[in-house]
């Protein structure tokens, strides 16, 4: 008698892949070099007082061998003349993109794969991607956009296989989507008060801007990105600086952070344009035209304030939506996010940081659908 054999899911413990301890002690001294704004010394520092808690050694692989290794596979550089002067250890490229890389994977790790990186738009026509919806052929449509199969098939339907004849009335073309570019500008703030009161808000906003960065490299190569830190002033920073960034002695000058979106963003041969803002909320500095600054850290100053609102209705006539991710929860500082909004028309995310890749991230991709028309 045989038996019957059973059908059905056997369910187990999951495993995590196995890792090697290189690969083990890599992902957490990027974090660890993340948070020391690129100081080797200091991570390694910390990552041994790791080691010694949590044992993430082994005796045949030691901190100085990962080291070797950082070295060998070239994550790393070692930057000392035979005197003994030079910068030390330094990273390499390679290690600066593994950063931005960890930090996309932290942050979108959700995220789905796509082609070949652009955004459609709802427009249909003489565009790259094909959108699987059929038309009749038009004098001036592209030969390569004609879709075979279809025109064969209408020819012998409209013209019989014994004598086979293919006419221009049998041709169809393949709709396509017309793919559009995008310019974003992402401000960040350095300023003091996003080290204030033992919380750290500098390392979450340049995880953001590092993964927005590999984001739109890798993802939606046509899309420009440029990246700005304001402090008193502000200045553009490059995709390579970003895990060096530090917060400064600063006050907060957000209008002049916002000139320079500006100023890039009018340069942009492109007409979809937005700014993303990442800021605890409060200006507190303008530069006068001679030069000098104006400061006012006590409250929100209402000539500082005023300013800040013309910028945003500046960049509301020039068709630039403002995103600003605000992230302090002083209701004050809320109330001028909202204002500020409104002169704007843009968006505002009162956000904690722990979700604020998740949400710049959403909005990015929810204003490439809105934005592109």
Same mark, same amino acid.
């Given at each position: 008698?045989?038996?019957?054999? +059973?059908?059905?899911?056997?369910?187990?413990?999951?495993?995590?892949?196995?890792? @090697?301890?290189?690969?083990?002690?890599?992902?957490?001294?990027?974090?660890?070099?993340?948070?020391? @704004?690129?100081? %080797? $010394?200091?991570?390694?520092?910390? /990552?041994?007082?790791?080691?010694?808690?949590?044992?993430?050694t082994?005796?045949d692989?030691t901190?100085? $061998?990962?080291?070797?290794?950082?070295?060998?596979?070239?994550?790393?550089?070692?930057?000392?003349?035979?005197d003994? !002067?030079?910068?030390?250890? +330094?990273?390499?490229?390679?290690?600066?993109?593994?950063?931005?890389?960890?930090?996309l994977?932290? #942050?979108?790790?959700?995220?789905?794969?796509?082609?070949?990186?652009?955004?459609?738009?709802?427009?249909?026509?003489?565009?790259?991607? +094909?959108?699987?919806?059929?038309?009749?052929?038009?004098?001036g449509?592209?030969?390569?956009?004609?879709?075979?199969?279809?025109?064969?098939?209408n020819?012998?339907v409209?013209?019989?296989? *014994?004598?086979? *004849?293919? !006419?221009?009335?049998?041709?169809?073309?393949?709709?396509?989507?017309f793919?559009?570019?995008?310019?974003? &500008?992402?401000? #960040?703030?350095? @300023?003091?008060?996003?080290?204030l009161?033992?919380? $750290?808000?500098?390392?979450p906003?340049?995880?953001?801007?590092?993964?927005?960065?590999?984001?739109i490299? !890798?993802?939606?190569?046509?899309?420009?990105?440029?990246?700005?830190?304001?402090?008193?002033?502000?200045?553009?920073? @490059?995709?390579?600086?970003?895990?060096?960034?530090?917060?400064?002695?600063?006050?907060?000058?957000? &209008?002049?952070?916002?000139?320079?979106?500006? $100023?890039?963003?009018?340069r942009?041969?492109?007409?979809n344009?937005?700014? %993303?803002?990442?800021? *605890?909320?409060?200006?507190?500095?303008?530069?006068?035209?001679?030069?000098t600054?104006y400061?006012?850290?006590?409250?929100?100053?209402?000539?500082i304030?005023?300013?800040c609102y013309?910028?945003?209705?500046?960049?509301?006539k020039?068709?630039?939506p #403002? !995103?600003?991710f605000?992230?302090?929860q *002083?209701?004050?500082?809320q109330?001028?996010?909202?204002?500020?909004?409104?002169?704007?028309q843009?968006?505002?995310?009162?956000?904690? /940081?722990?979700?604020?890749?998740?949400?710049?991230?959403?909005d990015?991709?929810?204003?490439?659908?809105?934005r592109?028309?």
């Amino acid at each position: 008698m045989e038996t019957s054999r +059973r059908k059905g899911f056997v369910f187990s413990t999951y495993q995590a892949p196995e890792q @090697s301890v290189f690969d083990k002690l890599l992902e957490i001294f990027t974090e660890l070099i993340t948070h020391t @704004s690129g100081d %080797f $010394d200091e991570a390694i520092d910390w /990552l041994r007082e790791l080691d010694k808690e949590y044992k993430l050694t082994t005796p045949d692989y030691t901190i100085d $061998d990962f080291i070797e290794d950082l070295k060998k596979k070239g994550y790393i550089r070692e930057e000392v003349r035979p005197d003994g !002067t030079g910068d030390g250890i +330094r990273l390499s490229g390679k290690m600066e993109q593994n950063i931005r890389q960890q930090a996309l994977k932290q #942050i979108f790790g959700n995220l789905r794969k796509s082609g070949s990186g652009n955004h459609r738009t709802k427009h249909t026509g003489l565009g790259e991607e +094909r959108t699987g919806e059929y038309r009749e052929y038009h004098f001036g449509d592209g030969l390569e956009k004609i879709s075979l199969t279809e025109s064969l098939k209408n020819a012998q339907v409209n013209n019989g296989i *014994d004598n086979f *004849d293919i !006419t221009e009335n049998d041709l169809v073309v393949e709709d396509s989507h017309f793919k559009s570019q995008m310019s974003t &500008v992402l401000m #960040i703030d350095i @300023s003091h008060s996003m080290i204030l009161y033992g919380e $750290d808000r500098i390392t979450p906003a340049k995880k953001v801007a590092m993964a927005l960065a590999e984001l739109i490299t !890798t993802r939606y190569p046509k899309d420009t990105l440029d990246i700005i830190v304001f402090g008193n002033d502000a200045w553009p920073v @490059s995709i390579k600086d970003l895990p060096y960034l530090q917060v400064g002695p600063y006050h907060t000058n957000t &209008v002049a952070g916002l000139q320079l979106a500006m $100023d890039l963003l009018r340069r942009k041969r492109n007409t979809n344009k937005q700014i %993303f803002m990442i800021t *605890d909320g409060k200006p507190s500095c303008l530069r006068q035209p001679d030069g000098t600054y104006y400061m006012n850290s006590y409250g929100l100053d209402e000539e500082i304030v005023e300013k800040c609102y013309n910028m945003a209705a500046q960049a509301r006539k020039l068709h630039i939506p #403002i !995103t600003t991710f605000m992230i302090a929860q *002083d209701p004050y500082l809320q109330r001028f996010v909202r204002e500020f909004t409104e002169a704007n028309q843009g968006k505002a995310f009162y956000t904690g /940081l722990k979700g604020l890749g998740e949400m710049i991230f959403e909005d990015y991709e929810t204003n490439r659908k809105k934005r592109i028309k």
